[in-house]
């Protein structure tokens, strides 16, 4: 059974910033690569930060330079470091670990944690 449990969400202003955590289960962590979505309201889910197969991080364009991904091989957790939030960042992000990895393709991603909430105002 594969496990992924997000944390760290929640309501800031544009501006701040906000960390996000995903505890993922032993055998997550060795076996597949791990990335962040978020899904705003009627809008598809869309990759926002991954970690490839080589160790090499890879972020969508409207987020480069203000977040960034990282884990803890120790801890078996993935990070996501949220600088300089704007509103159009406001979605459910999720934290998902597939075999392939190195895509955005959502199909890729065979296990998805229960997603936690970013909501920034203006």
């Known amino acids: 059974q594969v496990q992924l449990v997000e944390s760290g969400g929640g309501s800031v202003q544009a501006g701040g910033s906000l960390r996000l955590s995903c505890a993922a289960s032993?055998?997550?962590?060795?076996?597949?690569?791990m990335g962040w979505f978020r899904q705003a309201p009627g809008k598809e889910r869309e990759g926002v930060a991954r970690?490839?197969?080589?160790?090499?991080?890879r972020y969508t364009d409207s987020v480069k330079g203000r977040f960034t991904i990282s884990q803890d091989n120790a801890k078996n957790t993935l990070y996501l470091q949220m600088n300089t939030l704007k509103p159009e960042d406001t979605a459910m992000y999720y934290c998902?670990?597939?075999?392939?990895?190195?895509?955005?393709?959502?199909?890729?991603?065979?296990?998805w944690g229960q997603g936690t909430q970013v909501t920034v105002s203006s």
């Open positions: 998902a670990a597939g075999p392939y990895g190195a895509t955005w393709w959502t199909g890729a991603y065979n296990y």
């Open positions: 032993t055998y997550t962590w060795r076996s597949y690569c």
């Open positions: 970690i490839d197969s080589d160790g090499s991080p």
